[in-house]
């Protein structure tokens, strides 16, 4: 699927399926349960997405193999990375920008969930 371009409206409703699933969790639980939830709230509100979305890695015009998953693609075009950390580090943003320039994707959401507000928590990167 190519990416497509990602608008501020495609944006601002996956945070507020992301802030719904903080507001009833709360911070504490692992990824996967974020994600899932998350999935839940997006495919309510009719929006298309893929979870463990692989990627594959091209060396040198060399295949090999699936690098890395996108904890969940949005609209095929908006990456979604969901942490749960203490805080979030350099490393944390640094894989978000691989998923964007080996997936052909242009914008990102870093979100960790792990806050007392999530939108504390949130991180727009982009190429």
Known sequence: MEPGPVGETLTHDVIGCAIAVHRELGPGMLESVYEECLCLELGQA???????????????????????????LVAGALVVEIKAVERVLPVHESQVLTYLRFGGFRLGLLMNFHTRS??????????
């Open 118 to 127: 999530l939108t504390a928590g949130l991180k727009r990167l982009s190429l």
């Open 46 to 72: 009719g929006i298309p997405f893929q979870r463990q979305r692989p990627v594959p890695i091209i060396y040198r015009g060399i295949p090999v193999g699936v690098g890395f998953r996108i904890d969940v």
